[in-house]
């Protein structure tokens, strides 16, 4: 392994270890007989839906709270809104193996999340995060979010590392560069076979069976 290889990896949880959350979200607006794009405009590129949502990653709002405030705003029923848009996520098994291969190569891997709140729908409900990764780092816990450059500070000194020993991944472009002017090798996700190619050449070790 060359002094240039990273040795840390930090990813993202929602469209790196899943599957990609557009595609979820557009399934929700058609099930609920909604527009196309009206999840996308009202709660996040509207400011009120931006505030929400930024206080509901930080903790200062329950997801709860985030529901009964953002159902009326999409003109549907608030109940366990949160889950319902989510409800076709799945994990991304590729890049779940892939991180499970980096660990056994000596990587130290973590995971850092913008979270959506805990309750009543758990987004990381059957993926054993705190079981299988060094560190796991949930933006609510810590009263901050990605894009914070303090969150990130939060995962080095979780894993023990420091920011140009490690490659962050994101499937949100900013978050991304964000993590590279921290000094992190940065990869911005968007096909699973792509993040993990970058992956090997970065980490310098195979990342799929049979390389």
Same mark, same amino acid.
């Not at 979820?24 to 794009?37: P, S």
């Given at each position: *392994? ?26 929700? %607006?058609?099930? %609920? ?11 996040? +590129? ?18 709860? %709270?985030?529901?009964?405030? #953002? ?11 949160? /889950? +319902? ?15 499970? *291969? ?19 729908? &758990? ?20 009263? *901050?979010?990605?894009? &914070?450059? &303090? ?9 023990? *590392?420091?920011?140009?020993?490690? $490659? ?14 921290? /000094? ?20 310098? $070790? #195979? ?5």
């Amino acid at each position: *392994m060359s002094h240039l290889n990273r040795v840390g990896l930090v990813l993202d949880f929602g469209g790196v270890l899943t599957t990609p959350l557009l595609p979820a979200v557009l399934n929700f %607006e058609k099930r %609920e007989g909604l527009g196309q794009g009206a999840c996308i405009n009202a709660l996040y +590129r509207d400011e009120e839906g931006v505030r929400l949502t930024s206080e509901l990653e930080r903790g200062s709002i329950t997801q709860t %709270e985030w529901n009964e405030a #953002a159902g009326p705003k999409l003109g549907v029923s608030p109940d366990n809104l949160m /889950g +319902r848009i989510f409800t076709d996520l799945r994990p991304e098994q590729a890049i779940i193996d892939a991180a499970a *291969m980096a660990q056994r190569a000596g990587i130290k891997v973590g995971i850092l999340s913008n979270s959506v709140g805990l309750a009543p729908w &758990d987004l990381y409900d059957g993926y054993d995060l705190d079981a299988l990764y060094h560190s796991v780092v949930i933006s609510e816990h810590h009263g *901050m979010r990605k894009p &914070d450059p &303090d969150l990130f500070r939060v995962s080095l000194k979780e894993l023990g *590392m420091s920011a140009d020993e490690c $490659v962050f991944v994101d499937d949100t472009e900013s978050y991304v560069r964000a993590a590279e002017e921290l /000094g992190f090798a940065g990869v911005h996700a968007q096909q699973p076979a792509q993040t993990i190619s970058r992956l090997e050449t970065l980490l310098g $070790v #195979a990342l799929t069976e049979g390389t």
